[in-house]
């Protein structure tokens, strides 16, 4: 049970374009647990052969024009340089033990990876290996894959690897080319024992199941969770021994933490990549699977229930409660809130709770990506529309009636200030035409 978690091949997998959507609309009431493969390399979506347009894009430009020069170093190589160049926090420094990368010979729990992430891109770094792993978040086509060798260069290129997919596209990504973030048991040397995985962690996963084969400093009171244990042995004394591993502040008793550019695997850095990493899945979902049926129907009206499930996850309704207060790097949570933007009244919706949630006003800044912003118009519009009923109390469901009016309240105010794209009836309630 220790294979490769996400090596088979999905490559066969070519449905033509009607086979999906029946198959599609059998899984609609599921949406968000939907797992087939979107044919994202056939014509109408075309992944390969659609240039890149993202963070990586964009610095690859300014390093061919000579405008960004990247200076390697003895220790990390291109990463530090590479880091500034985007404007990634190293706070947001995680590190993953288990062996889940196609660099995996080389991580163990004594040489875990680490990442480094901004709302673009992530990055990752094997100590000692000779290529950095990155994936970008490109507004149209979804998650794409670089590598970029160690080895010192004048005009250091990154290179894109699509067959990274092989793992980065499946049932665990939401069926297109997305972001991954898991959790196993491992043995000593960071193997995976597959039958304890989480296919796919994110806000709504329960404390207890996240972490596993991951690092995490911070603290979080009594609420249990499966990082920081190595081997059964740790797992099992865990039963007895509740949080014998949680609540660490130092890494020093698994490795070298000297070895790394910052010293920990931020609780907190974690728990928004987590969110994150799902909603720009999903948006990637939901911009695919607008494209194929505008060019079927004309229209987005049969995605009424990818919709809603992608609202319930927008606004953090299924989101695992807090039973203690997590506290993590201060300066990590402060550089992700200082990206605001914010409304007049000082408020963002970067800024967190970490008491019984995870962000203060529950409503995901990735409202304001390209990601989002760039949907297809027939369908933000639908969204739109939807949110506003929500927030503006029209919506009585039971689905979002953890949305307190005064939460709904507070969230229509920061959006109606800070999202210029909304339609004018969020401004103007008198100029709705439609009702
Ligand atoms: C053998 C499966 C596998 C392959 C192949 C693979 N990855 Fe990953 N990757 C993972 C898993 C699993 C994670 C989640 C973190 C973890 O558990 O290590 C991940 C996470 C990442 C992350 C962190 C952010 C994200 O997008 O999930 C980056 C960056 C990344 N991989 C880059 C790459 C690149 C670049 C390639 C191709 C050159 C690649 N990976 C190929 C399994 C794989």
Same mark, same amino acid.
């Given at each position: 049970m220790q294979a490769d978690p996400c090596m088979k091949s999905r490559r066969h997998l070519r449905l033509p374009l009607i086979a999906v959507l029946a198959f599609a609309a059998g899984l609609r009431a599921d949406f968000q647990g939907s797992t087939h493969l979107m %044919? !994202?390399?056939?014509?109408?979506?075309a992944y390969s052969k659609s240039p890149d347009t993202g963070a990586i894009a964009r610095l690859q430009r300014r390093i061919d024009a000579g405008e960004v020069v990247l200076k390697p170093d003895d220790r990390f190589g291109y990463l530090l340089p590479v880091l500034e160049a985007l404007q @990634?926090?190293? *706070?947001s420094q995680l590190l993953v033990f288990s062996k889940?990368? !196609?660099?995996?010979?080389? @991580? +163990?729990?004594?040489s875990p990876r680490a990442l480094y992430y901004n709302e673009g891109v992530y990055i990752g770094y094997v100590s000692g290996a000779p290529l950095l792993e990155v994936s970008a978040v490109d507004p149209k086509i979804g998650a794409v894959f670089y590598t970029l060798e160690q080895k010192p260069s004048a005009k250091p290129r990154f290179v894109r690897t699509d067959?990274?997919?092989?793992? /980065?596209? *499946?049932a665990k990504t939401m069926g297109v080319p997305g972001h991954l973030v898991r959790s196993f048991q491992t043995d000593e040397s960071g193997m995976?024992?597959?039958?304890?995985?989480?296919?796919s962690v994110d806000h709504r996963t329960p404390l207890a199941d996240r972490w596993g084969g991951w690092y995490v400093t911070g603290t979080h009171g009594a609420q249990m969770h499966r990082g920081n244990l190595v081997g059964k042995a740790e797992f099992d004394r865990q039963e007895k021994?509740?949080?014998?591993?949680? #609540?660490?502040?130092?890494l020093g008793h698994y490795f070298?933490?000297?070895?790394?550019?910052?010293p920990g695997s931020d609780i907190v850095s974690l728990m928004v990549m987590e969110h994150q990493t799902h909603l720009q899945n999903f948006l990637t979902r939901l911009g695919y699977e607008s494209k194929i049926h505008l060019t079927a129907y004309?229209?987005? #009206?049969?995605l009424k229930s990818a919709t809603e499930a992608f609202l319930r996850y927008l606004l953090f309704v299924e989101e695992a409660p807090l039973t203690a207060p997590v506290h993590g790097r201060t300066d990590f949570t402060e550089a992700f809130v200082r990206a605001g933007p914010r409304? *007049?009244?000082?408020? +963002? =919706?970067?800024? !967190?709770? =970490?008491?019984?949630?995870?962000?203060? /006003?529950?409503? *995901? $800044?990735?409202? $304001?990506?390209d990601a989002f912003t760039g949907l297809p118009e027939p369908l933000k519009e639908k969204l739109y529309r939807r949110l506003h009923d929500i927030l503006t109390g029209q919506d009585p469901s039971e689905?979002?009636?953890? =949305?307190t009016p005064d939460l709904r309240k507070e969230i229509l105010e920061i959006l109606t200030e800070?999202? %210029?794209? =909304?339609?004018?009836y969020w401004r103007h309630p008198a100029s709705d035409s439609k009702r």
């Amino acid at each position: 049970m220790q294979a490769d978690p996400c090596m088979k091949s999905r490559r066969h997998l070519r449905l033509p374009l009607i086979a999906v959507l029946a198959f599609a609309a059998g899984l609609r009431a599921d949406f968000q647990g939907s797992t087939h493969l979107m %044919p !994202f390399d056939e014509e109408t979506l075309a992944y390969s052969k659609s240039p890149d347009t993202g963070a990586i894009a964009r610095l690859q430009r300014r390093i061919d024009a000579g405008e960004v020069v990247l200076k390697p170093d003895d220790r990390f190589g291109y990463l530090l340089p590479v880091l500034e160049a985007l404007q @990634i926090p190293r *706070s947001s420094q995680l590190l993953v033990f288990s062996k889940t990368s !196609f660099q995996r010979d080389r @991580i +163990s729990p004594s040489s875990p990876r680490a990442l480094y992430y901004n709302e673009g891109v992530y990055i990752g770094y094997v100590s000692g290996a000779p290529l950095l792993e990155v994936s970008a978040v490109d507004p149209k086509i979804g998650a794409v894959f670089y590598t970029l060798e160690q080895k010192p260069s004048a005009k250091p290129r990154f290179v894109r690897t699509d067959n990274c997919t092989e793992c /980065h596209a *499946s049932a665990k990504t939401m069926g297109v080319p997305g972001h991954l973030v898991r959790s196993f048991q491992t043995d000593e040397s960071g193997m995976v024992d597959l039958l304890t995985g989480v296919d796919s962690v994110d806000h709504r996963t329960p404390l207890a199941d996240r972490w596993g084969g991951w690092y995490v400093t911070g603290t979080h009171g009594a609420q249990m969770h499966r990082g920081n244990l190595v081997g059964k042995a740790e797992f099992d004394r865990q039963e007895k021994e509740p949080n014998h591993a949680g #609540n660490l502040t130092d890494l020093g008793h698994y490795f070298d933490p000297g070895r790394y550019a910052e010293p920990g695997s931020d609780i907190v850095s974690l728990m928004v990549m987590e969110h994150q990493t799902h909603l720009q899945n999903f948006l990637t979902r939901l911009g695919y699977e607008s494209k194929i049926h505008l060019t079927a129907y004309g229209h987005v #009206n049969y995605l009424k229930s990818a919709t809603e499930a992608f609202l319930r996850y927008l606004l953090f309704v299924e989101e695992a409660p807090l039973t203690a207060p997590v506290h993590g790097r201060t300066d990590f949570t402060e550089a992700f809130v200082r990206a605001g933007p914010r409304d *007049s009244r000082g408020r +963002s =919706l970067r800024d !967190f709770d =970490l008491q019984t949630r995870l962000f203060k /006003h529950p409503c *995901s $800044y990735l409202i $304001y990506s390209d990601a989002f912003t760039g949907l297809p118009e027939p369908l933000k519009e639908k969204l739109y529309r939807r949110l506003h009923d929500i927030l503006t109390g029209q919506d009585p469901s039971e689905a979002f009636s953890r =949305l307190t009016p005064d939460l709904r309240k507070e969230i229509l105010e920061i959006l109606t200030e800070t999202k %210029p794209d =909304l339609p004018d009836y969020w401004r103007h309630p008198a100029s709705d035409s439609k009702r």
